[in-house]
């Protein structure tokens, strides 16, 4: 019966062996909280200073682009008090990290098609040396875990004619937070040439304006 339960619920237990990890390697964060850098100097600053409606199109030209995530942590953030402030905006950074996880574990990919291989994907994205704490768990950085969900998404097969606006949304998300999202235009243009699906059409639609807002500001700055 433990074994029929465990097989059942393999996907569910790897994902809290995954939570677990999260807060073994940052348990002060998670406890406490704090802002990294720009994530309160600057995003939080803004949203303090001049309310939604500039910080929400707010560009750091020192970076020279627009991170619409961490206007959007910086916001949400200024909604609390000052003292759980900074747990919020790193709660917010873990978002894009469970999207990895739930569109690793739970879609139909041409990548990703074994349970063992979904495991390893996220497991290798996660425990990466890569991940330091300079990116670890705070929204400025949260761009390049929208860029790995960006490039996740690529090899899910849509094979449903029905639109997903999730995935458009997410799409949307990845490719304002940041440029490395942007880079992958062309492999979704690929995509969309092979296999003639809307829903890939959309996604290379979207990225491409991101692409030109994203470019257009670092031209400008």
């Known amino acids: 019966m433990l074994i029929s339960f465990f097989n059942r619920k393999k996907k569910e237990i790897f994902i809290t062996i995954l939570l677990l990890i999260f807060f073994y390697r940052s348990p002060y964060i998670f406890l406490n909280g704090r802002f990294m850098a720009e994530e309160g100097s600057v995003y939080f600053a803004n949203a303090y200073k001049f309310g939604f409606m500039y910080s929400i199109i707010f560009v750091d030209?020192?970076?020279g682009?627009?991170?619409l995530w961490a206007n959007i942590s910086g916001i949400i953030s200024n909604i609390f008090d000052l003292k759980?402030?900074?747990l919020i905006s790193n709660y917010l950074?873990?978002?894009p990290k469970l999207l990895i996880i739930y569109?690793?574990?739970f879609s139909n990919s041409f990548l990703l098609k074994k349970l063992e291989q979904k495991f390893l994907f996220c497991l290798l994205v996660f425990l990466s040396p890569l991940n330091v704490p300079e990116i670890w768990m705070n929204?400025?950085?949260s761009q390049i875990f929208f860029s790995i969900l960006a490039f996740t998404i690529i090899f899910i097969n849509f094979k449903d004619r029905s639109i997903n606006?999730?995935?458009l949304i997410l799409i949307f998300l990845a490719g304002l937070s940041g440029i490395y999202s942007c880079i992958l235009t062309p492999l979704y243009f690929f995509k969309y040439y092979i296999y003639r699906i809307k829903q890939d059409f959309l996604h290379f639609l979207i990225l491409s304006c991101c692409s030109i807002v994203q470019f257009s500001l670092i031209?400008?700055?």
Do not use: D, Q, R, T
């Open 165 to 167: 606006n999730f995935y």
């Open 65 to 67: 682009y627009l991170n």
């Open 219 to 221: 031209l400008y700055g």
């Open 139 to 141: 929204s400025i950085n």
């Open 103 to 105: 569109v690793a574990l």
């Open 93 to 95: 950074a873990l978002i």
């Open 84 to 86: 759980i402030a900074p």
């Open 61 to 63: 030209f020192k970076s």
